[in-house]
């Protein structure tokens, strides 16, 4: 074993999906970014949480103001064009169009889902968490899921490890829970 500093010892819980957080601006136009500090945190009700690194960034601009999200699970196919869409960006920037992505209306937000997601969880903000760290914990409660039929192959979600360096499922594995 050798010793990991502590500065970086998150990157020991990865790899996480990387995912398009999505959300309307105050003219309703769509920012689509990419985050991977995503977490479950209830079943009932379904809940989810990201992790946004400053105020300053749109997703929590738009999040607050609207209340609405929408997580799109990002598969490998579309990788490079999804990770394009960290960039700085102003309002209205559409750097989704700017990368090929397309929309399409989702069920119960207002918030489009990226046509090219393999799944999408689609949110209504709860509350914004601040802990005392450097992020904030933007908690919604999932209002409606879909995904591709066939399972995490299908989905194909790319994963990120840390950084630059990402990553694809492996082979499915049997591991029964406490014999
Ligand atoms: C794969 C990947 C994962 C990222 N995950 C996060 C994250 O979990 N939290 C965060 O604050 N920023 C994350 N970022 C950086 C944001 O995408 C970047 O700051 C972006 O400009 C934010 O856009 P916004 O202002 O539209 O929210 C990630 C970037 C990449 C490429």
């Known amino acids: 074993m050798i010793e990991i500093p502590v500065s970086k010892a998150v990157s020991l819980i990865s790899p996480r999906l990387t995912v398009l957080v999505n959300t309307l601006d105050a003219r309703g136009e769509l920012n689509s970014s990419p985050y991977s500090w995503i977490y479950p945190l209830s079943y009932n009700p379904p809940m989810v949480g ?5 105020k300053e960034k749109q997703t929590y601009i738009n999040a607050k103001r609207s209340g609405e999200f929408a997580i799109c ?11 394009n869409c960290c960039l700085p960006h102003q309002p209205g920037d559409k750097l989704w169009e700017k990368n090929g992505l397309q929309i399409e209306n989702s069920k119960e937000v207002q918030v489009p889902r990226i046509k090219q997601s393999t799944a999408s969880l689609e949110c209504k903000v709860t509350t914004f968490l601040e802990f005392g760290g450097s992020h904030v914990l933007m908690v919604g409660k999932i209002v409606h899921a879909q995904a591709e039929e066939g399972g995490l192959e299908k989905i194909d979600p790319l994963l990120h490890e840390e950084g630059y360096n990402f ?3 492996g082979k499915e594995l049997i591991v029964k829970w406490g014999m």
């Open 50 to 54: 990201v992790a946004i690194g400053s």
């Open 167 to 169: 990553r694809s499922i």
């Open 73 to 83: 699970v990002i598969p490998t196919s579309i990788g490079q064009r999804a990770i």
